[in-house]
């Protein structure tokens, strides 16, 4: 194996694994955080001024979240335009996973660079990520509408980027398992929906 080879292997072994730890766990404890406004702006005013209050929240931020949200996406994005998909020549279920896999990861990517400049940024001007910041956003039809597609983007993004992950990491590798982990997959997709967009219309 090339020097070249070798370094694009252990980078996409780092990209796969990025995707589920941190940010996959980060992913779901943010849409439970966020889930907390169904009962109501106190709660989840509570729940973000205990996230705010962590020691070394931005050092944890950094590492934990805005590093390898950085590193998977850009890479990701190589990915995406560099791989090749056989969905016009082979109309197969996972060939179609795979392009969408990728057409989500950029959604996904660009949905979460603006989110974090409309809440996490803005921290830095004297905002405060609460109730109302949000509420704000989403009662715009643009923001509410970009926010629907960018979640389900996410949310998908990662549900299947976990069954490549199994995949990749030699976890699942008989067709049986493969076919299980897909039912599982889209289980995750559609709990983490509901959670994410039930969440979503609570701070209407």
């Known amino acids: 194996m090339s020097e070249n080879v070798q370094k694009d292997f252990l980078a996409r072994r780092l990209h796969s694994l ?32 205990f996230m ?3 020691p070394f929240k931005l050092a944890l931020e950094t590492f934990i979240i805005y590093l390898p949200i950085l590193f998977h996406g850009v890479f990701g994005i190589y990915i995406a335009f560099t791989g090749k998909s056989n969905v016009g020549r082979y109309s197969t279920y996972r060939n179609w996973m795979f392009l969408v896999q990728r057409i989500t990861g950029v959604v996904a990517f660009i949905f979460i660079f603006i989110h974090v400049y409309q809440t996490r940024v803005q921290v830095f001007f004297g905002e405060e990520v609460n109730y109302e910041m949000v509420n704000n956003i989403v009662s715009n039809p643009f ?3 970009f926010y629907i597609i960018g979640i389900l983007s996410t949310i998908f993004h990662f549900s299947n980027g976990l069954w490549a992950f199994l995949v990749s990491w030699g976890i ?30 609570a701070f209407l």
Do not use: C
Not at 29 to 38: D, G
């Open 143 to 145: 923001w509410l509408v």
């Open 18 to 49: 990025l995707g589920i730890i941190p940010l996959g766990v980060f992913l779901i404890q943010h849409l439970m955080i966020n889930y907390t406004a169904t009962n109501g702006a106190e709660s989840f005013n509570a729940a973000a001024h």
């Open 52 to 54: 705010d209050s962590l």
């Open 172 to 201: 699942t590798q008989s067709e049986k398992s493969q076919r299980v982990m897909t039912y599982i997959t889209w289980v995750v997709f559609i709990v983490l929906t509901f959670i994410a967009l039930t969440a979503l219309f």
